[in-house]
């Protein structure tokens, strides 16, 4: 009899590319029984994996205290062998999971939640360090109750180190998708790219680089994927005010299959993060993806990127927050284009080699070939 696996999420979209694209379907493949909760119009079954839908939430107080539970009772229904949930509103439902069944529970931790919580503009400033100082206790209680922990990032994994079972499983990219990349590449359509969601402090980061590289004379077309409906209106209308609309191409979130399109008409990646707390902690996952389109990338020097890419000839790392080392960088690479492709070829061979699902994966399964033995 297969193993039954029931996935939650309340915050991440179905189709997630680590809880569908990576975990979900990598399990299915292997055999489990899988069901993944989340929001979502009805239920169906994709590539093998049984979505059950969950409304969408009027709001955070709806989620937080009202999506929840229904994710908990709908999980229960599924008599689940194994129950893996990946956000820290799920910790209470995940608990209690754990107490009225025989099932194995899984906390994947995707983010450092109590640094990021202290970062969150629409908490009220007074709230910020004592719901991450619950949060935090919260999680640290999860090592004792819940079977296993995953991780996607080595930092984050050391707060973990009493957990029954640990595990880091990076969000390195699936090779599959990106087989293709060659295909697109014959035209470049933008010179620089931005992948994943933004704040006002990317937007804003962003424009002054822009304008920089006009003055250095530029003509450049820079790429952002992954903008929400509110940040295209702010970012729009800066473009606007600034004159350099015609510079941007603003896309909203696109499906997992089609980023691949994206990368592969770009010529340089960039990942532009402040000096802040969380992002010491965690990888960002943009920067395996620009690694495996073979596109040379500027990031700031954060010691979870320099870890990976420091001195591998694939990466140009400058200073945080530093708008004219940014611009200097990304100058460089469009101004000397056999320096810039044999970096991306560097970054391909290491993804290649090392920094792939395919070995991900296997992590993933032998965690729960260890628990379903257990």
Request: glycine share 6%.
């Amino acid at each position: 009899m297969k193993a039954k696996v029931c996935i939650l999420t309340t915050v991440h979209p179905p189709f997630d590319t680590r809880i569908f694209h990576k975990q979900a379907k990598t399990l299915a493949r292997a055999g489990y029984d899988v069901t993944l909760i989340a929001q979502h119009d009805g239920d169906r079954v994709v590539e093998g994996v049984r979505i059950i839908g969950l409304p969408k939430p009027r709001n955070r107080f709806t989620r937080i205290f009202g999506l929840t539970w229904r994710a908990f009772r709908l999980a229960l229904r599924q008599h689940a062998d194994v129950y893996h949930f990946h956000d820290p509103e799920l910790l209470l439902p995940g608990a209690l999971l754990k107490l009225f069944t025989r099932a194995k529970v899984i906390y994947d931790v995707h983010e450092d939640y109590p640094s990021y919580i202290r970062m969150k503009g629409w908490l009220p400033s007074v709230l910020r360090a004592p719901l991450s100082a619950f949060v935090e206790t919260l999680e640290l209680l999860g090592t004792r109750i819940f079977d296993a922990i995953v991780t996607a990032d080595d930092e984050v994994a050391n707060r973990f180190k009493k957990a029954k079972m640990l595990a880091i499983i990076h969000n390195f990219p699936d090779l599959e998708l990106f087989m293709g990349c060659e295909r697109h590449s014959s035209a470049k359509i933008y010179d620089i790219i931005y992948l994943g969601s933004i704040s006002p402090y990317h937007i804003n980061f962003m424009l002054s680089v822009a304008l920089l590289l006009e003055k250095m004379g530029h003509v450049f077309r820079w790429c952002i994927v992954g903008v929400s409906e509110r940040q295209h209106t702010l970012a729009r209308k800066l473009l606007q005010e600034l004159g350099i609309k015609h510079r941007f191409c603003l896309c909203g979130r696109i499906p997992h299959s089609c980023v691949v399109k994206y990368l592969a008409y770009s010529k340089v990646g960039v990942i532009p993060l402040p000096h802040k707390e969380k992002f010491m902690k965690n990888i960002p996952t943009k920067l395996f993806e620009y690694m495996a389109c073979r596109i040379p990338v500027v990031a700031s020097d954060l010691p979870p990127i320099r870890k990976f890419v420091g001195t591998r000839g694939c990466a140009i790392l400058v200073p945080p927050e530093d708008e004219e080392a940014f611009a200097s960088a990304i100058d460089f690479l469009l101004s000397n284009p056999q320096r810039a492709q044999a970096m991306g070829e560097k970054g391909r061979s290491l993804v290649e080699q090392k920094f792939n699902w395919a070995r991900e994966s296997k992590k993933l399964l032998t965690l729960y070939r260890r628990l379903i033995n257990a």
